[in-house]
Structures are given as C-alpha cells and as structure tokens.
C-alpha cells in the first residue's frame, strides 16, 4: 500500500468542538495537550543524527517559549490518540537551551523538505498547522472594510472587528486539476522549468471561478500541449498546502499524438511507454529523468497507471 501524506486519517478534527471555548479553554489547561509551534510558514523540528522529528511541546514548555497561552492565538488542530492537538505561531525562535532537549537541534524548515523522514501522521497535522497559520497570516485585516480580524472558533474563522460590517472569513484551499493524460500504452508527461531539474510530471492547473473539474482539466491540457481529451477518469484527491491547493486527480485519454506545447508554460513534453518508466530513460532525453515527489498524487498517478497496464 503506498503512502498517503498530508491526509491521514487517524487525526480527527472534531470540528464540533471548535465552537466549544470553555471545553477548549479547560483542555488547553489539562495535560492532555499537544502544542505544535510554527514560525510563520515553516514548521519546527528536531534534526538528530539519524532523524528528523516533529517538535512537539507540552504545556510547560510552549510556557518556556511564548507568554501567549489564550484560546484565541491557538489553531484547534483536532485529536490524535484522545490527545488534543493546538498549533501556535512562535515570532520569537524557539532556542534549545528554553527546552530540555537531550539529543539533536531545533530547526524550523518547509515541510516539504523534511518529508522523507516523517511519517504519514506526522505530516498530517503540520500540514494543518502550516496551511491554517499561511491563512491566518494573510487574512489579518478584512478584505470586505480593511479593519482588523480576530480569531473565533479555535482559528477557523477570522471574523471582522468592525461592527458594521461583521463579515466572517473562512479558511480557503485553491482546487487544482492534475491529470495523467495517455494514448493507448503510452503517457504524457511534462516539465516546467519551475520544476527540479530532469522532473517530468503529469500535467496540472487551477480550477477557475464557474468552471467544473472536466472544464478545467480540458482546458489545462489544451492549453499547455495542444491535445483534446476524452474519457476523463476520477482517480483521487490530495491536500497540497504549499501553500493553499487541493489537488484533485484524474485520468484522462486523447487520441491526438501531436503535441503544441505551450512554451511559456512547459519546457519540454514526451510521450512514455512502460518501460521507459520504469528504467527513467526516453530517447529524447538525454542523461535519463526523474518522475514526481514520491509524497505527491503526481507520482501516485504514474504509479497506478503502471500498475494497471503491466
Ligand atoms: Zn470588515
């Protein structure tokens, strides 16, 4: 089973209780309490010798590090485990000497970064947290008057603090198609020289106000390399907040062959057979290429196409 990450299930967000401020206010008092701190958009970690782990703090010691202990500087992340999970935005670094830390330092990161050495849970609720803390951030001041938010509802909703106006703002995650699109045995797969170098990836965009997914996946793909699809397929979603998206996967089949790539937007873009997934060579490529992330549904897409015509 391959893993899934940024989406597991064993973190619960009991939503129902984000309206509850005395339960969270009485939990966030109890010992039954995980702190996650961020540092604006990047996560906090602790680099061993040999792994990277989540900082996670308890209440004594998130009180080493920031004064600000009240419900309305706190994201409700949800429950692990019967384990109440909050997540914090720490401006002041947090140093290894506030904690008794024994072994490894204290870093902050994109998450992206560490991911490898993470597990499926763990990248979970700091995916939460970094994509909640991103929204926060950007959401301070009211888009309807310009006065000032605040925070209700253990951080889902930043409610406006003119009376007049008393507009309620909710998190907000960008839908994007991505797409394998094939052609009897083979795969289109392109790159953008955004991309590391020698990734090639399937094929993705935003979707656009009053524009379905097959709409927007069609156009993407025509606009990027020419070709019209057909027979679109559901395969699955994925949150990606780096930093807002949702990615929302789908097979799709042409019978068009030619490409017109779009030049401003993809670098270069081939058609795969199998094997040449599988070995990571392509005759017009020289020196081999790499497929996607293995934490991205791009990847998860090749890897199930390969699967199903093997
Ligand atoms: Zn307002």
């Known amino acids: 089973m391959e893993k899934i990450y940024y989406n597991n299930p064993l973190l619960k967000r009991s939503s129902e209780l984000r309206k509850d401020e005395n339960f969270l206010k009485n939990i966030l008092n109890s010992e039954n309490v995980n702190f996650i701190p961020m540092r604006g958009d990047e996560n906090y970690f602790i680099s061993g010798k040999e792994e990277i782990k989540p900082l ?11 004064k600000e202990i009240n419900l309305d500087k706190m994201i409700f992340l949800g429950k692990i485990n019967e ?3 909050f997540s914090i935005n720490i401006k002041s670094k947090i140093e290894k000497n506030n904690l008794e830390i024994d072994q490894g330092d204290i870093i902050t990161d994109q998450l992206r970064n560490v991911i490898g050495s993470l597990t499926e849970l763990d990248s979970s609720y ?6 909640m803390i991103f929204w926060h951030e950007r959401n301070k001041f009211c888009g309807v008057c310009g006065s000032k938010t605040k925070t209700e ?7 406006c603090v003119n009376k007049n106006c008393n507009e309620s703002h909710f998190p907000r995650t960008d839908p994007a198609i991505i797409t394998l699109v094939s052609n009897k045995d083979k795969v289109l797969l392109a790159r953008s020289s955004r991309f590391p170098q020698k990734m090639y990836s399937t094929l993705a965009g935003f979707v656009e106000p009053g524009e379905s997914l097959e709409l927007a996946l069609k156009r993407e793909v025509y606009e990027e390399v020419g070709v019209n699809v057909n027979k679109i397929e559901y395969f699955q979603s994925q949150p990606w907040p780096f930093p807002a998206s949702l990615m929302l996967g789908f097979f799709a089949e042409t019978e068009d062959t030619d490409l017109n790539v779009d030049k401003n937007e993809i670098e270069d873009a081939n058609w795969f057979d199998i094997s040449q997934l599988k070995d990571l060579t392509h005759p ?5 290429f ?14 199930d196409w390969i699967r199903r015509h093997e």
């Open 56 to 66: 996670i703090l308890k209440k004594q010691e998130l009180e080493l590090c920031t």
């Open 290 to 303: 790499k497929l996607p992330r293995f934490d991205s549904i791009a990847r998860r897409l090749v890897n």
């Open 284 to 288: 017009d490529i020289t020196d081999g």
């Open 153 to 159: 509802e253990a951080g889902f909703v930043l409610k």
């Open 83 to 85: 384990k109440f999970y």
């Open 126 to 131: 700091l995916a939460l947290a970094k994509g």
